[in-house]
């Protein structure tokens, strides 16, 4: 009941196939005419010069899967793309353990997305290697358990501390650019770790998973899906293992890796799923 304005005949009576207003907006989709509902579609239904208004969100790219997303990476669209999220408030869409309202860790970075590193560590770092030769700047903060050598730029605008428990080398290519602030102590650093031998160790890891109610989430008899995954996102194992064996074969695996901190992904066959840090010291 509503006219394009492209095609028209005068006459004293409407001829078939024509009306007296020339409204539409596109008289080929009757879909398309003045006053019907918006749906998302990608058209503009009510003919109002704009296409899915008020239904489009921006949507927010996840990359690291910690659902904070990317305020630098983002798509409009009516409904949820997969790997996208309606928040944009994650500082480092790299790195799973950084995002708003994390804990605090002593290693260089901003975990808890507050613009600030390693605040209310008291001092306490935890060992990035035993020595490490530092080429380039990819962190706040370096702890090193025996030594350091370095030829990196500092540059404007950062604030870089290297620790050691023995020695700090600084070879002749090593620069601070004017407007930074580089620190140097020597100083012991922690040792992250899973190897350690005694149950009180593996039960304190016991507690921290108490967080995601694993004898409540998973279903007797279920098996669990688990994968673990280093600070930098990478997978380092995974593994489908029954619910009544699932904190002896978790010890066993963790056990074999080195010092650090990790995060345990957990889903069932149901598709669900519950993330966890993990950190244990030594």
Not at 21 to 44: K, L, R, W
Not at 171 to 198: H, Q, T, W, Y
Not at 253 to 258: R, Y
Request: aromatic share 8%.
């Amino acid at each position: 009941s509503y006219g394009g304005n492209s095609t028209s005949q005068m006459a004293c009576t409407p001829p078939p196939g024509y009306v007296s207003n020339n409204i539409d907006c596109d008289d080929n989709d009757p879909d398309n005419f003045p006053g019907n509902t918006e749906v998302c579609d990608g058209q503009d239904n009510n003919c109002d010069g704009q296409i899915d208004e008020g239904l489009v969100t921006i949507w927010y790219a996840d990359f690291d899967g910690d659902t904070y997303g990317d305020n630098n990476n983002s798509i409009s669209a009516c409904t949820q793309p997969a790997g996208y999220v309606s928040d944009n408030t994650d500082c480092d869409d790299n790195n799973v353990f950084n995002f708003p309202g994390n804990a605090e860790i002593c290693d260089g970075q901003d975990n808890n997305c507050n613009g600030l590193a390693d605040e209310g560590c008291s001092g306490v770092y935890y060992c990035n290697g035993d020595s490490l030769d530092v080429n380039s700047i990819t962190q706040n903060s370096f702890h090193a358990m025996d030594y350091i050598t370095s030829d990196a730029v500092i540059n404007n605008g950062q604030n870089i501390l290297f620790t050691s428990g023995n020695d700090i080398d600084l070879d002749m290519n090593f620069e601070v650019k004017p407007g930074a602030v580089f620190e140097v102590a020597i100083a012991d650093c922690v040792v992250l770790s899973f190897r350690d031998e005694s149950e009180d160790q593996f039960i304190s890891m016991r507690n921290q998973l108490q967080n995601i109610d694993v004898e409540e989430w998973i279903q007797r008899g279920e098996k669990i899906q688990f994968e673990v995954l280093n600070n930098k996102n990478e997978n380092i194992f995974s593994a489908e293992i029954p619910h009544d064996s699932f904190y002896q074969i978790l010890e066993e695996k963790l056990n074999i890796l080195d010092g650090g901190v990790y995060m345990l992904n957990l889903s069932t066959q149901r598709g669900d799923h519950n993330t966890s840090r993990i950190v244990l010291l030594k």
